[in-house]
């Protein structure tokens, strides 16, 4: 992978909140990166914002594949559980398989993240995180953008059939009406400039990037 001098998208959303723009670019380059692992029956399991890189040009790069799976289909399944907490789906610690569907759920997750500067589920202990994710549904503030709330309430279906992006995946993101003013063939081929510009870095210097969320192998 090419070196990406712009570090990672957590180290730009520390302590505040994207507007709704930075947030729909960041989040449809994570769509396009999706889509072109899905056609290669790949689930990343791990999207978030410390896994997403920025290039010099402040477009996004979907990174770290540790914990990535290549399903033998396009529906195939994974069986392991792992992920970082705040991040999974509820079906990967509450079933004994999952799909592509998770990377869109953790997408959800990104989003509200982005938005509001805080996580839709969280905890202090991983058996209280676990329920919360699987019992609860988030807080979505009235000020939330009526489009923003709608693609993260249905990006975080409990059940993955119901999730969208769970029958035609990248597609049916594309066509939410939060990415109403994005064109994406326009993304594709970087001919919108990015929302953030990296600032060139002393070499050898490590700011730009975060500590990781805490991840866990639940089983193999």
Known sequence: MDYCPGG??????????????????????????????????????DIKPQNILLNWDGYARITDFGISKKTAGYDGKAYTACGSLSYMAPEIFSSNNHGK????????????KMLLNK???????????????????????????????????????????????????????????????????ALSKKQIKAPIIPQEKTPGCCCGFLCCQRQIVLSE
């Not at 969280?122 to 009526?146: G, H, M, Q, S, W």
Request: some cysteine; glycine content about 4%; hydrophobic content about 40%.
């Open 119 to 185: 996580l839709p589920f969280n905890a202090f202990f991983v058996e209280t995180l676990f329920k919360r994710i699987k019992e609860n549904e988030p807080n979505y503030p009235k000020n939330l953008d009526e489009d923003a709330t709608s693609i993260i309430q249905n990006l975080l279906r409990k059940n993955p059939q119901e999730r969208l992006g769970s029958k035609c995946d990248a597609e049916e993101l594309k066509e939410s009406s939060f990415f109403k003013e994005l064109d994406f063939d």
């Open 8 to 45: 990672d998208l957590a180290s730009y959303m520390n302590h505040r909140s994207f507007p709704k723009e930075t947030a729909v670019f960041y989040s449809g380059c994570i769509v396009l990166g999706l889509q072109f692992l899905h056609e290669r029956h790949i689930i990343h399991r």
């Open 101 to 112: 569907s998770v990377d869109w759920w953790a997408l959800g997750v990104l989003l509200y």
